[in-house]
Every structure is written in structure tokens, then in C-alpha cells.
């Protein structure tokens, strides 16, 4: 299953659109390290998109360059 036009990601289709393994987005549900889901029903979990893209804001790293890696060496 690809994007949902509701706005839900299935595990499958999250991971395909952040380019993981299945394995990895169930991992990181059970670690409570991935993107906030919703539980429909006792066994079905869809992510909302718009937290999945409040997580990828949260996660972002700064690429910049820090004081040690602008050390010249001579």
C-alpha cells in the first residue's frame, strides 16, 4: 500500500517513504523511537502524516561544521 490521500502512512508505505525496512519501523515502535502512531482496532497502526513529518523536524541533525573538524592540519 502506498501514501493514503487521508493522510495515514500503513508501516509498510512509512517505511518505503523514509527508505527503512519494515523491520526497522517495527523496531522503532517497540523502542518508542519512531514517529507517533494511532491505533485503529486491536491490531492495525497508521501514522498521521502530518506527525510523521513533525518527527523528521525533531530528528533533524545540523550538518554544520563543528570547531574540532575545522582544525587544519599542517
Given at each position: 500500500?502506498?501514501?493514503?490521500?487521508?493522510?495515514?502512512?500503513?508501516?509498510?508505505?512509512?517505511?518505503?517513504?523514509?527508505?527503512?525496512?519494515?523491520?526497522?519501523?517495527?523496531?522503532?515502535?517497540?523502542?518508542?523511537r519512531g514517529p507517533?502512531?494511532?491505533?485503529?482496532?486491536?491490531?492495525?497502526?497508521?501514522?498521521?502524516?502530518?506527525?510523521?513529518?513533525?518527527?523528521?523536524?525533531?530528528?533533524?541533525?545540523?550538518?554544520?561544521?563543528?570547531?574540532?573538524?575545522?582544525?587544519?592540519?599542517?
Amino acid at each position: 500500500m502506498s501514501y493514503d490521500p487521508t493522510g495515514l502512512f500503513d508501516t509498510d508505505s512509512l517505511a518505503e517513504y523514509l527508505g527503512v525496512s519494515r523491520s526497522t519501523i517495527l523496531s522503532w515502535r517497540y523502542q518508542k523511537r519512531g514517529p507517533d502512531y494511532v491505533r485503529v482496532g486491536h491490531r492495525t497502526v497508521r501514522y498521521p502524516a502530518a506527525w510523521v513529518r513533525k518527527w523528521l523536524e525533531e530528528n533533524r541533525r545540523d550538518t554544520t561544521r563543528s570547531p574540532r573538524s575545522q582544525l587544519r592540519l599542517v
